[in-house]
Structures are given as structure tokens and as C-alpha cells.
Nanobody, 115 residues
Framework: QVQLVESGGGLVQPGGSLRLSCAVS????????MDWYRQAPGKQRGLVVS???????NYADSVKGRFTASRDNAKNTVYLQMNSLKPEDTAVYYC?????????WGQGTQVTVSS
């Protein structure tokens, strides 16, 4: 079955950086667009970035210039490098893939930006 496992979250000060990883199994990873979403307390889950099979990216305006998504198709892993973090980036971050009409999610990883 499709499995997505995120890692790399944590507590960071404003202006700091974190790198999230998402290991994927159960699909032919290299042909799928992968998505990173986030959900802050009391807010709806929203798309942060999509990265296509060939590495093209589409970012939410709120993270453009600060976040960078990448993928390693040999490792079946997608990454999210987050720089210049702000308190408003605090959320649970999820990786996700849509396959066969269904959307699959990881368990999420908490990112907290606070001094």
C-alpha cells in the first residue's frame, strides 16, 4: 500500500531553517507529482508546494523565496528546505500524493517557529 513518512520537524527560532523529508513507498515514485501541505491550529490544511515528476515546482505565495522543494527519485524521497522561518509558518506539515483518484497522506511532522 501507499505509505508516506515525514521527518525533520522541530522547534526553531524565527529566521532559522529546517529540512523536512518524506519517504514514500508503494508507488512508482518517479512518475508522480508530490505535494507538501501544512495545517496550523484552527486553520484549514493548505498547499505549500507541488513538485512534479521532473522537478518543476509551484509554491504558495506565502513561502516563495524561502522554501525549496526537491526530490530524489533514486531514494523515493521528497524534501522541503525551509529558510527564513517565521512564527506564521508554525504548523503540522504533511506530504501527500494523488494516485488513482485517491489522495494519500503521511502522518505529519510538527514545525514550531518561536523564540
Amino acid at each position: 500500500q501507499v505509505q508516506l513518512v515525514e521527518s525533520g520537524g522541530g522547534l526553531v527560532q524565527p529566521g532559522g531553517s529546517l529540512r523536512l523529508s518524506c519517504a514514500v513507498s508503494g508507488i512508482i515514485f518517479s512518475i508522480y507529482t508530490m505535494d507538501w501541505y501544512r495545517q496550523a491550529p484552527g486553520k484549514q490544511r493548505g498547499l505549500v508546494v507541488s513538485i512534479t515528476a521532473n522537478g518543476n515546482t509551484n509554491y504558495a505565495d506565502s513561502v516563495k523565496g524561502r522554501f525549496t522543494a526537491s526530490r530524489d527519485n533514486a531514494k523515493n524521497t521528497v524534501y522541503l528546505q525551509m529558510n527564513s522561518l517565521k512564527p506564521e509558518d508554525t504548523a503540522v506539515y504533511y506530504c501527500s500524493v494523488s494516485r488513482g483518484g485517491s489522495r494519500y497522506w503521511g502522518q505529519g511532522t510538527q514545525v514550531t517557529v518561536s523564540s
